[in-house]
Every structure is written in structure tokens, then in C-alpha cells.
């Protein structure tokens, strides 16, 4: 890829890294267990987040034209919305119960707080693999030719 600067590559290479990290640590025991019963956990889904709002910044600053940069920008807002999604979603949770009570979400027939949860969990990961998926294929096309 001509068009990209060797920056923006390396951060979407280091992103998939942590990503791989992060999907490990959710379902390897091995390296869950490093990290369990600790806040450290956070920490990758926070290293995550911030190389993706890295590679959105890249993204948008940088004069890449087409369609690797619509999967670019895809890739870095889903690993950076994933992040603050959930954080958005405990937020409303809590601040609800306490608005509004302990068994408020129980109250409006609910068991927790919907949209946010929806977003973080199912919309962003989808748009993460899509876009890293686009960008891999256009990577090798962009090599070949």
C-alpha cells in the first residue's frame, strides 16, 4: 500500500495483536487466569481502545483515499466504541439503580440496560472484523499489485 504511511500499518498490526489478546484472555484459561481477580483485566481492553483511537486518528488525518480507509476508520471506531460502550453501559446501569432504585431494571420488565450492552457486545465486534477483514484484503490486493 503505497498510500499508507508505515505508522498507520504497525498500529493496525499491534490493534489485531491486543485484539488476539484480548479474545485469549476471554477464553483461554491460561492467560485468563493471569490476570483473574484483579482489575488488571482491564488493561488490555484499555491498551485496545487506545491504539484504536489511534488508528481512527491516523485514519481520518492521513490522505488515504478509497476504500481502505472507510475499513481503517471501521476498524478503529469499533475497538475504541467497544471500550467506551461498556463503560457507557455500567454508567446508565448504575446510574439508574440509583435514580430510581435497586430493582428498577426488574420494575420496567428489564434485567439490565439494553442499548449499550447491544452495541458493546454484538455491534462493535462485527464491525471490528469487518473492517480488519477489508483492510487485510485490500492489503494483500494493494501487495500484488
Not at 77 to 98: D, E, K, Q, R
Not at 103 to 126: K, Y
Amino acid at each position: 500500500m503505497r498510500s499508507l504511511k508505515q505508522h498507520t500499518v504497525i498500529i493496525f498490526w499491534i490493534l489485531i495483536g491486543v485484539f488476539l489478546f484480548v479474545v485469549g484472555q476471554l477464553c483461554i484459561p491460561a492467560i485468563r487466569d493471569l490476570l483473574k481477580g484483579s482489575e488488571l483485566f482491564l488493561i488490555p481492553m484499555g491498551i485496545f481502545c487506545l491504539f484504536g483511537l489511534t488508528l481512527l486518528v491516523l485514519a481520518l488525518k492521513e490522505k488515504i483515499g478509497g476504500k481502505i480507509r472507510k475499513f481503517l476508520i471501521l476498524t478503529g471506531a469499533s475497538a475504541t466504541g467497544l471500550f467506551v460502550f461498556v463503560l457507557l453501559h455500567n454508567f446508565t446501569y448504575g446510574l439508574f439503580i440509583y435514580l430510581f432504585g435497586q430493582n428498577f431494571w426488574l420494575r420496567i420488565g428489564l434485567s439490565d440496560e439494553p442499548v449499550f450492552f447491544l452495541l458493546a457486545i454484538v455491534v462493535c465486534p462485527i464491525g471490528f472484523l469487518v473492517g480488519t477483514i477489508g483492510t487485510i484484503v485490500l492489503f494483500i490486493k494493494g501487495r500484488r499489485n
